[in-house]
């Protein structure tokens, strides 16, 4: 890439920060390499960062290490102050906040402020969650016993966050953190590192001590060797990763030696299913922006739908109506509602499933191309059409990969046994949703279909005040929610007393 013509025009330029941030220091890597940050609504560069690796890891953990043996005795009034200033901070320069997520991740300036609102519902709600940690006490069978507990924060935790919703991913393992009294090494994806890197500028200013929250932006080719070294490092007490299953597995084992505490939030493959007693406006109207939000690029986004035979034509004629209406193009142009995809990859993975359908006697109602964006650049961006397919079937590629990507697929059945077994037929279980006005048949389902989470005529059911995670190969531990996400970042120390005189 040429230099770049791209000015983000900030209200306050202080907040773009291309350094990385370790000990309170604005620090280049000690190898003095940097990479490039490309709009994938251009394919321009707009930004470089430094390109940290696994030699910078320690320098980073030691800094944490040494600030948790300070910030573990703030008072949890302390802890609640400093989580409202940095909300605070966060919601005044949400308008350079959500310009710099435009360039990052490509999505509209709409869905940024979107992300943002979500993203300091987490600070808001940890805020309070801080002086809501307890301990407990129990009733002895032996005479003269009192046993109670305490809970303790862990010490450092690494955070590995992804490229989709960066300042979110951020924030919901950070907050949860900072709120419990563990300090943080965040390593954000390589396609977005400026976003980490601004909060970290705006935790500064919010009073945070040095070492209490670090970032290392690196590259995609220094990602394994660096989440390793973190995974790895004797000082670090756990790990929250969000992304691939196949390398949640891998950073599983690599916290195995050690038994780092682990939270992974993997992938979804995500089933949607209606009945024909579903109001399908509302169906229609939750999967629009469930399924094409961000370009699909979403962990919990819907990836199959299931649609009962005898609404089969009309909800697929609605659906297809309405999926036309999204408007394509770069994310900082005035009406945008679907931006592109944020990598490359992603289109050809979308293209491949589109072609594999297709094969398979798949119709394309709607979309189905590759298209070419608005900016100046080479590739003019990373844009492919919202998709919808008619005529799916389990033999597909799309029944089987989670696509990442702006297409869904409708597969038809008949009975709702029928349904459940091809919703539950993947290794995957992070969310399902579900569209019937039958209180019992919705009940059964909610005990049934095998996810973490259950969207019961909801699409997008994520809040910070309800627990979010799944099961099966969707990974393990909750990241919101009350009392069960702070739990992840915290020990429970039990004590026992013996008295004399008394029962």
């Known amino acids: 890439m040429g230099e770049t013509s791209i000015n983000l025009n900030l209200k306050n330029p202080e907040l773009f920060r291309d350094k990385a941030y370790v000990d309170g220091q604005w620090v280049e890597a000690k190898s003095g390499k940097r990479f490039d940050i490309i709009d994938p609504g251009s394919d321009q560069k707009f930004a470089t960062c430094p390109d940290m690796a696994a030699e910078d890891v320690d320098g980073a953990v030691q800094a944490a ?6 910030f573990r005795t703030f008072t949890p009034r302390a802890r609640a102050d400093l989580l409202a200033k940095f909300d605070a901070l966060i919601r005044e320069h949400k308008d350079d906040l959500a ?15 979107g992300e943002i609102e979500y993203a300091a519902s987490f600070t808001r709600w940890f ?7 307890q301990g407990t006490t129990f009733p002895a069978a032996i005479p003269g016993r009192r046993i109670f507990t305490i809970k303790q924060p862990l010490g450092v935790v690494a955070a590995l966050v992804p490229w989709n919703f ?30 980490a890197l601004t909060l970290a500028y705006l935790a500064e200013k919010a009073g945070y001590p040095k070492g209490v929250f670090n970032v290392l932006p690196t590259t995609l080719a220094n990602t394994p060797a660096l989440s390793e070294a973190l995974c790895k490092h004797p000082l670090v007490k756990k790990v929250s990763f969000t992304g691939s299953t196949r390398v949640g597995k891998i950073l599983s084992a690599h916290c195995a030696d050690s038994l780092k505490k682990l939270t992974l939030e993997l992938g979804g493959n995500c089933p949607f299913l209606v009945f024909d007693d579903a109001n399908l406006e509302q169906a229609c109207d939750a999967l629009i922006p469930l399924k094409f939000r961000h ?4 962990c919990i986004t819907a990836n199959r739908v299931y649609v009962q035979r005898g609404i089969y034509d009309r909800f697929a004629a609605l659906l297809a109506e309405k999926t036309r209406q999204l408007k394509v193009g770069h994310g900082a142009e005035p009406g945008t509602t679907m931006g592109p995809l944020t990598v490359p990859a992603g289109l050809d993975k979308v293209a491949a499933q589109v072609e ?11 979309g189905g ?4 964006g608005p900016g100046p650049g080479p590739g003019k961006g990373y844009f492919f059409e919202p998709t919808v397919l008619a005529g799916a079937t389990a033999r597909m590629r799309i029944a089987e990969e989670e696509t990442f990507g702006p297409l869904l697929a409708l597969f038809p059945f008949d009975t709702e046994e029928e349904a459940v077994r091809a919703a539950n037929n993947t290794s995957m279980g992070l969310a399902s949703y579900c569209f019937t006005k039958n209180v019992d048949r919705m009940w059964r389902l909610f005990e049934n279909l095998e996810a973490g989470m259950i969207g019961l005529n909801s699409g997008n ?6 627990p979010f995670g799944g099961i099966k190969d969707s990974g393990f531990g909750k990241e919101s929610g009350k009392d069960v996400a702070i739990n992840e970042y915290l020990i429970t120390k039990t004590g026992t007393l013996t008295l004399e005189g008394q029962y």
């Open 65 to 70: 290490q040494a600030a948790f043996q300070v």
């Open 99 to 113: 310009t710099i997520l435009v360039y990052e991740t490509g999505k509209p300036l709409a869905e940024a402020y």
């Open 356 to 366: 594999d359908a297709k094969k398979h006697g798949a119709t394309v109602l709607t």
């Open 369 to 372: 191309r590759r298209v070419a």
């Open 166 to 195: 960066p300042i979110a991913m951020v924030l919901r393992k950070a907050s949860a953190a900072l709120a419990a009294g563990c300090t943080m090494v965040a390593k954000p994806s390589p396609e977005t590192p400026l976003s």
């Open 295 to 298: 370009a699909g690029q979403a």
């Open 461 to 466: 059911s994520s809040a910070a005040e309800s």
């Open 127 to 133: 805020a309070g969650e801080a002086e809501r940690i």
